[in-house]
């Protein structure tokens, strides 16, 4: 066997290797992984659907994931669980209906994985989404406020107008009420919850 030939053979050999560690092996690992079923019935993770699916949408066109995380990390590998991101590392079967998952890789806000479990409320996301420094003080998030339409108040107030701090209020006469993608995307941000018991982490 000459030398350009064992060259082409170890190439091939490497791709061969590479494409078995990177997707067939993993898939054999994990593409077998189904929701775990509760003895009420429900189960976990709950595929998306409807306006909490529409609000997955909206936060990867607006590109959250590029600031936010959506995993936590074991103890030992930082202070996640330490600064109340979770109560358990994130685990694959969190995102076995996340298509693509959207992990990501820088944290320039916190991780995002139970922010349906630390908060709650849907007029804290609204507030926060129209202008993050009127809930978190010196936040450098930008502002989305093109996600709500500005009215002018003219017979009564609608039910999902935006109630602002006296120090942010707009104005007597000006009303801020959330669009459709910001409802959504607040739908989106409560589901998420990864607090579940899960088999893979030990309690």
């Known amino acids: 066997m000459n030398r350009v030939t064992l060259l082409y053979v170890g190439i091939l050999f490497t791709v061969v290797l590479s494409f078995a560690g990177l997707t067939i092996i993993p898939q054999h690992q994990l593409g077998s992984l189904e929701p775990i079923v509760n003895d009420d019935g429900t189960e976990y993770p709950v595929e998306p659907t409807g306006l909490v699916a529409h609000g997955r949408s909206?936060?990867?066109?607006?590109?959250?994931?590029?600031?936010?995380?959506?995993?936590?990390?074991?103890?030992?590998?930082?202070?996640?669980?330490?600064?109340?991101?979770?109560?358990?590392?994130?685990?694959?079967?969190?995102?076995?209906?996340?298509?693509?998952?959207?992990?990501?890789?820088?944290?320039?806000?916190?991780d995002l994985a139970n922010i349906g479990v630390r908060q709650p409320s849907s007029d804290w996301h609204l507030l926060h989404l129209y202008n993050p420094e009127i809930t978190s003080p010196g936040s450098i998030m930008p502002p989305f406020p093109f996600l709500f339409d500005e009215l002018t108040l003219e017979?009564?107030?609608?039910?999902?107008?935006?109630?602002?701090?006296?120090?942010?209020?707009?104005?007597?006469?000006?009303?801020?009420?959330?669009?459709?993608?910001?409802?959504?995307?607040?739908?989106?941000?409560?589901?998420?919850?990864?607090?579940h018991p899960v088999p893979e982490v030990p309690r």
Not at 69 to 96: C, E, K, L, M, N
Not at 171 to 179: N, S
Not at 180 to 191: N, R
């Open 58 to 110: 909206v936060y990867v066109s607006l590109g959250c994931m590029y600031c936010h995380s959506q995993q936590v990390r074991p103890p030992g590998f930082g202070a996640d669980i330490d600064r109340g991101w979770g109560s358990r590392r994130t685990v694959a079967r969190d995102h076995i209906y996340d298509q693509p998952p959207l992990l990501s890789t820088m944290r320039t806000g916190p």
């Open 155 to 195: 017979v009564e107030r609608p039910y999902d107008a935006l109630s602002f701090p006296t120090e942010w209020d707009p104005g007597e006469d000006v009303i801020i009420v959330p669009t459709y993608d910001a409802k959504a995307l607040v739908a989106y941000l409560k589901s998420l919850n990864a607090s």
